[in-house]
T-cell receptor, first 112, second 113 residues
Framework: NAGVTQTPKFRVLKTGQSMTLLCAQD?????MYWYRQDPGMGLRLIHY???????AKGEVPDGYNVSRLKKQNFLLGLESAAPSQTSVYFC???????????FGSGTRLTVV | QQQVKQSPQSLIVQKGGISIINCAYE??????FPWYQQFPGKGPALLIA?????SEKKEGRFTISFNKSAKQFSLHIMDSQPGDSATYFC????????????FGKGTTLSVSS
């Protein structure tokens, strides 16, 4: 039982490059979330999805795009990376009707 | 606008001591208050949670105290152990479709032996 799997675990990007972070869950959860974690800032919501084909903006959505083409996958895209996007990104999922998240182990992204 | 305020930012406690982390919220629509524990290099994991109709919940050495009128809740770790050294996040949720957990900024706890 893998739970929530994030790939890659580490990545270094140059300013202006693009990349996609993948989140996959095998628990048939309806809801999926992307957060970023920065020192002293806690976990801030970037985007989330309440079902396949639907996405919504969170607290800090600028510079990111997301897609949920399949229920089990939630992709986070950076079209033109900036140093301010250096962070640890966490994906989480939750079953409809429940209240507790299952988190992935994170992706550490550095933009130079 | 920070909806969930957490303090302190860091905490050092002697082994066997009591660790106390506090959170405050503004939105009275929140109806679920979990605490998450995060070890270095790992994702957060649910530790304990409470609903506003209960003033206290205890699970082992971990207790949540909830004060609805003051809109505050706190995590107490009794007999703190070095293995409790981690970052703790309080959070709040409005339990309806289309909402997400709002997290506090976190508290880094170090328990010295």
């Amino acid at each position: 039982n893998a739970g929530v799997t994030q790939t890659p675990k580490f990545r270094v990007l140059k300013t202006g490059q693009s990349m996609t972070l993948l989140c996959a869950q095998d628990m048939n959860h309806e809801y999926m979330y992307w957060y970023r974690q920065d020192p002293g800032m806690g976990l801030r919501l970037i985007h989330y999805s309440v079902g396949e084909g639907t996405t919504a903006k969170g607290e800090v959505p600028d510079g990111y795009n997301v897609s949920r083409l399949k229920k089990q996958n939630f992709l986070l895209g950076l079209e033109s990376a900036a140093p301010s996007q250096t962070s640890v990104y966490f994906c989480a999922s939750m079953m409809h009707g429940q209240e507790d998240y299952t988190f992935g182990s994170g992706t550490r992204l550095t933009v130079v | 606008q920070q909806q969930v305020k957490q303090s302190p930012q860091s905490l050092i406690v002697q082994k066997g001591g009591i660790s106390i982390i506090n959170c405050a919220y503004e939105n009275t629509a929140f109806d679920y208050f979990p605490w998450y524990q995060q070890f270095p290099g790992k994702g957060p994991a649910l530790l304990i949670a409470i609903r506003p109709d209960v003033s206290e919940k205890k699970e082992g050495r971990f207790t949540i105290s909830f004060n609805k009128s003051a809109k505050q809740f706190s995590l107490h770790i009794m007999d703190s152990q070095p293995g409790d050294s981690a970052t703790y996040f309080c959070a709040a949720l409005i339990n309806q479709a289309g909402t997400a957990l709002i997290f506090g900024k976190g508290t880094t706890l170090s328990v010295s032996s």
